[in-house]
């Protein structure tokens, strides 16, 4: 579909029978639209990076999703282990998620995805404005209601204090990739390579207690070997 067909469709804002769910445009906003949270660095560093890298990562940092009324996501992870935020331009809309799962719950989940009928499920209606914050592995999903169509700008962030919880994550997307809302190969091997020389660098700096402390490093590494084997078996 054409984007100057999609423009089409939603300036006339009608209800729709088979609604449009656009996923993943660039942001057309300034940079000051993130939340501000995210915006206010506790470093007066600059940030350094070839074009190159540059151009590979910055659509990571903010996009934009449009949809029509009634279109709703079932329930899955964002890929690649990544933080997520999302906050409502034109709306309503409903943000759900299952609330404390259990280990348990999650390999079930896992491996049964939307035949799962156990487990919490919450949700709330954001409106234009609000913003929602979600950690890696959150098991979430989106819904309109009838008559709103929707559009949303959203990010995602990677967190020195959650690089296990990160790995742990990409592992377990890689061993089941239905779990998720997009492809994660080939960006998850890129992903794991770079933070892990993000960590040793920590670790050099002598800043280990910024990542949770050696024992933590350990088993990033311990679990970056597993992930390297599951990927062999998986190719």
């Known amino acids: 579909m054409r984007l100057s067909t999609v423009q089409d469709l939603f300036l006339k804002n009608m209800i729709s029978d088979d609604s449009l ?3 993943d445009l660039r ?9 501000s949270f995210l915006t206010r660095g506790a470093t007066a560093e600059r940030c350094i990076a070839s074009v190159t890298e540059w151009n590979k990562w910055k659509d990571d940092e903010d996009w934009v999703l449009l949809a029509q ?23 309503p809309l409903g943000f759900g998620w299952m609330s ?7 390999r079930t989940w896992s491996a049964y995805l939307n035949g799962f009928t156990e487990g ?6 954001l409106r234009p404005g609000q913003t929602i914050y979600f950690e ?6 989106v819904f309109r209601v009838v008559q709103y169509q929707t559009l949303f700008t959203g990010g995602h962030i990677l ?19 239905n779990t998720i809302n997009e492809h994660i190969l080939p960006w998850a091997p890129v992903y794991i390579e770079t933070v892990a020389q993000l960590v040793s660098d920590k670790k050099n700096l002598g800043r280990a207690e910024e990542l949770g402390g ?5 088993r990033f590494f311990n679990l970056k070997k597993e992930f390297e084997q599951e990927l062999l078996h998986s190719r």
């Not at 009324?69 to 709306?91: I, P, R, Y």
């Not at 404390?100 to 999650?106: D, F, G, L």
């Not at 890696?136 to 999903?141: E, K, L, M, S, V």
């Open 21 to 23: 769910n656009v996923l």
């Open 27 to 35: 942001n057309p906003l300034p940079r000051s639209i993130p939340p």
């Open 69 to 91: 009324d009634g279109a709703q996501t079932l329930t899955h992870q964002d890929s690649c282990g990544k933080d997520s935020w999302l906050t409502v331009q034109e709306g």
């Open 100 to 106: 404390r799962p259990t280990e348990e719950e999650r």
């Open 120 to 125: 919490k499920l919450r949700y709330v209606i």
């Open 136 to 141: 890696a592995g959150t098991i979430h999903f």
């Open 159 to 177: 967190r020195w204090s959650r690089v296990v919880s990160f790995i742990e994550t990409v592992l377990n997307q890689l061993k089941f990739p």
């Open 214 to 218: 050696e024992e933590a490093i350990a």
